[in-house]
């Protein structure tokens, strides 16, 4: 590796590393033609920031006023304010956590709505989930007899927008539904039972502004109960209402990867995280008249590619391809074979409008929140959703006629592509292992020794893709079944690791699990905002064992994290017990060895801080039982895995 940080105990890969180690060859051939071209990626903007600021590295630098920004350091241990190292490095970690949980409310706000909507008869959605909504109806108590589901819908969404913005003392009561008795009484005794997205992310920022809270311990209990406001009100909220819109995923075959790009066909890429226009577009251009306009402009059909979460979620109801993730956007549209790519929110980075200038792609925005200077924008409202069906129908025809435009002399499709099983919801996944008790019991065996959901962004900080694909292939090999979401889940997918046939790959007794049941070892369960139902399998594994679940097999892994969103992501583990084991150091300084005083040359104290502690050591493992371990390198990483589920196996007495 080319950039030494030994101050984080790590480094970062230069662009040959990332050549040399990228899994995807797509991936390789795509970078080094664009190098090659003279067109700029993530790559050489992240080589031209190189080397990074130390402070901002280790969360050292505090920008919560006007007054610095201020640099913290043993000479300069405190802020102008007088804020010390600990409350900033806190203050940053929270104000990341609520930012991320900001955009998943503005996610499941916009889907919340179009429940609301579609129950109205507004929106020309169906409710396609109606079992998701009287499953909802149930576990909230609403009486449902004699009601039709379009009414009960209007109401659990009422309960949904609740808890994402409630102002006043009052329970969440998505937590209450979900969440086990044990972590309740855990949260209320540690007194960090939220209120809503909007309030949490208020008081965060009210905590942590200038003349806020200096107790660096408050803002950590405010991190948990920030986490549970994310989980139980943004996740849950954001995934449950996409159920009870369009359904429940299940089980399917589908091909991904960059080759499923044609060059006679129309290619539209969809990108973002909310699928109720795309949902729409896909409608209009599967009618006769976008089918023929295609036709007509001498295409041969219209291929339809997904990236990140809206792609995850088109993959996982209808087995529609996905190409990539965040850090492949700019790579998709540089094989030149892209006509149009509609994005609505989030993870649209700015450098995919640059690519998108050089190779004449048509950019769509869909959403008020996420523009783009020089695309073109016909956003969808929730709140005023009755121009949806001519809106999505003028998105089909412009994506299709850019057709037309294409330069054909730029066209590089890497023939590549995987298979793979998608379509694991909670309830596809509990039939596969007939019944929650069905997999807890190939737990107890051994045949399968843990679960890890391993999920989250890229980060060019380690060589793209390498530590996803690296460590889960050490975990299946270890027995250790895999879920996965979002970013990770697309490297996962293209590396053919969500095949059934990757079951070759596993462990003798993952083998015997997934070639007796025709299925993969990963399982893609879809869309960052469904971490929830990798959750909801480990809390209701760990009541059928009648334990904790702090006391299972579980593990959380974050292998390239890059987004703030993540940060929820993790501590959300966390605060039901499990534990995280992260790719590359966060915004914490990492303890530095110091020679032991009197002590012989070789001689070192470990080296310690206070937040680093909390996290790592006894601190917040006393209050949730579970820790945070860092580790960039991925085959070390996994095996610091298979020692903490082999030692929860034992505290269980499993073999």
């Not at 994290?561 to 959300?572: R, Y």
Request: net charge neutral; aromatic share 6%; charged share 20%.
């Amino acid at each position: 590796m080319k950039y030494q940080y030994p101050q984080l105990n790590a480094e970062m890969p230069d662009r040959e590393d990332v050549l040399n180690l990228t899994p995807n060859p797509a991936s390789k051939d795509l970078l080094q033609h664009l190098h090659q071209q003279g067109v700029e990626t993530w790559l050489d903007r992240y080589e031209a920031q190189q080397p990074m600021c130390g402070f901002g590295l280790r969360g050292l630098c505090c920008r919560m006023c006007q007054w610095g920004p201020c640099r913290l350091s043993d000479k300069r241990p405190r802020g102008i304010c007088g804020r010390d190292m600990s409350t900033v490095i806190m203050a940053n970690l929270v104000r990341a956590l609520v930012a991320g949980m900001a955009a998943h409310g503005r996610h499941a706000h916009e889907v919340i709505l179009a429940v609301m909507a579609a129950a109205e008869g507004k929106a020309h959605l169906p409710l396609k989930g109606e079992e998701r909504v009287w499953d909802l109806a149930r576990r909230l108590g609403l009486q449902t007899q004699g009601r039709k589901p379009e009414e009960v819908a209007r109401e659990v969404a009422q309960v949904l927008l609740d808890d994402l913005s409630r102002m006043t003392m009052g329970p969440l009561r998505t937590l209450e539904a979900y969440a086990p008795a044990e972590r309740l009484e855990t949260w209320r005794t540690l007194g960090v039972l939220p209120r809503s997205a909007a309030y949490e992310i208020m008081e965060t920022l009210h905590m942590t502004t200038l003349g806020g809270t200096s107790d660096w311990m408050s803002l950590a209990e405010q991190e948990l109960r920030s986490a549970l406001a994310y989980c139980y009100s943004t996740l849950f909220g954001s995934s449950l209402a996409t159920e009870m819109l369009f359904g429940i995923p299940r089980p399917k075959l589908a091909t991904v990867n960059y080759g499923i790009l044609r060059e006679d066909h129309v290619n539209i890429l969809v990108h973002g995280h909310s699928p109720v226009m795309v949902e729409k577009i896909l409608e209009k251009i599967a009618t006769p008249e976008i089918q023929s306009l295609a036709k007509s402009l001498g295409a041969k059909g219209i291929v339809i590619g997904g990236m990140c979460c809206t792609g995850d979620e088109l993959l996982a109801r209808y087995g529609i391809p996905t190409v990539t993730n965040i850090m492949g956007q700019e790579l998709a549209l540089g094989t030149g074979a892209v006509d149009a790519v509609v994005v609505d929110m989030q993870c649209v980075i700015p450098g995919m409008k640059i690519i998108a200038d050089c190779f004449g792609t048509q950019v769509i925005t869909t959403c008020n929140s996420n523009r783009i200077p020089g695309a073109v924008h016909i956003p969808f409202d929730a709140e005023r959703p009755e121009t949806l069906e001519e809106d999505a129908l003028k998105v089909a025809r412009l994506a299709v006629e850019a057709f037309a435009r294409r330069d054909r002399s730029k066209i590089r499709i890497p023939r590549v592509t995987s298979r793979a099983m998608v379509g694991w919801s909670y309830e596809a996944i509990v039939d596969t292992f007939d019944g929650i008790t069905g997999l807890l019991n190939l737990l107890r065996e051994g045949k399968i020794k843990g679960i890890a959901t391993v999920v989250g962004c890229n980060t060019p900080k380690v060589p793209y893709e390498y530590n996803h694909v690296t460590v889960v292939r050490r975990l299946i090999e270890a027995d250790i079944l895999v879920t996965t979401t979002g970013c990770c889940s697309h490297a996962l997918l293209n590396a053919g690791l969500c095949d059934p046939e990757a079951a070759d790959l596993a462990g003798a007794g993952l083998k015997e699990v997934c070639r007796t049941r025709s299925i993969p070892p990963v399982l893609a369960v879809g869309g960052c905002v469904d971490n929830t139902r990798t959750l909801r399998l480990f809390i209701d594994l760990a009541a059928a064992a009648g334990v904790a679940v702090k006391q299972m097999p579980f593990v959380f892994v974050g292998p390239e994290p890059g987004n703030e969103k993540t940060v929820g992501q993790g501590v959300t583990f966390l605060a039901h017990g499990v534990s995280n084991v992260i790719g590359f150091p966060g915004p914490i300084p990492v303890p530095q060895p110091r020679p032991k005083e009197g002590a012989a040359p070789d001689e070192y104290e470990r080296g310690s801080n206070e937040v680093a502690d909390f996290f790592a050591g006894d601190g917040l493992f006393a209050k949730v039982g579970a820790r945070i371990y860092t580790e960039p390198y991925p085959k070390l990483a996994a095996q610091t895995i298979r020692l903490l589920i082999r030692r929860q196996r034992l505290g269980l007495g499993w073999r």
